[in-house]
């Protein structure tokens, strides 16, 4: 128990608690503003905030011995828009262990079609290519399966501008990522809960948000 309680501390078991809260709050279509941007924050936070500490700490970003190429999968919505993407990932590379954390990288590379619902004023459907290098910190959860917190930001190219009500600015989109996984202790399968902003970051406005939440499963070659 004392144990248990002791890992409830440690920062990245409180930030997956955090996000949990925080994606589960988005499953009806009134989500609240602030929940989106705190998920996005903890997105790009988290995300940079585990690539600086490996470089402070001189993890070796390229250690990818025995990593394998996994199919990845996602099905996810928000209030107007339907998404079923498809892709391949390869790692995860071993970058270093904290406590009973490991961290670790896998880049996934996707294409997603983008369908709307109802009457819209831009496409009804588009299309996004999207490279987006993930990191992964996993935690012993149960038998040999892991608890896994997911974070990633990486460049995306959407083939519509105005789709649905969202008119985006530019084709040329970021892509950001936070997920809650449960990973096989062999790494052969993953699947777990997703949510992913994607916007242009200002470069051209207007600059509409798109915020998917949804399901992510990956299965190993």
């Known amino acids: 128990m004392a144990g248990r309680m002791q890992a409830m501390k440690h920062p990245v078991t409180r930030t997956a ?5 925080l994606i589960g709050s988005l499953g009806n279509a009134h989500a609240e503003a602030k929940d989106q941007n705190a998920l996005r924050a903890l997105a790009v936070g988290g995300t940079l905030a585990s690539w600086a500490y ?6 070796p970003f390229t250690d990818c011995r025995g990593a394998q190429w996994q199919l990845r999968g996602n099905v996810a919505h928000d209030h107007e828009l339907n998404l079923a993407s498809v892709g391949a990932a390869y790692g995860d590379c071993h970058m270093l262990d904290a406590g009973s954390w490991s961290l670790s990288n896998q880049t996934n590379f996707s294409v997603g079609r983008w369908t709307t619902r109802g009457d819209v004023a831009g496409a009804s459907s588009a ?6 290098p993930l990191v992964h910190w996993q935690h012993p959860a149960f038998a040999s399966h892991k608890w896994e917190v997911e974070f990633g930001i990486g460049p995306a190219w959407l083939s519509e501008v105005n789709i649905g009500d969202r008119q985006k600015g530019s084709n040329f989109q970021f892509s950001d990522h936070l997920g809650l996984n449960l990973v096989d202790g062999g790494g052969q399968w993953r699947v777990g809960l997703q949510w992913r902003h994607i916007s242009n970051a200002d470069i051209k406005k207007p600059n509409n948000g798109v915020n998917f939440t949804g399901l992510v499963f990956a299965w190993t070659l």
């Open 54 to 59: 490996g470089l402070w700490e001189g993890a």
């Open 127 to 132: 299309w996004d290519v999207a490279v987006v």
């Open 17 to 21: 608690l955090a996000a949990l809260a």
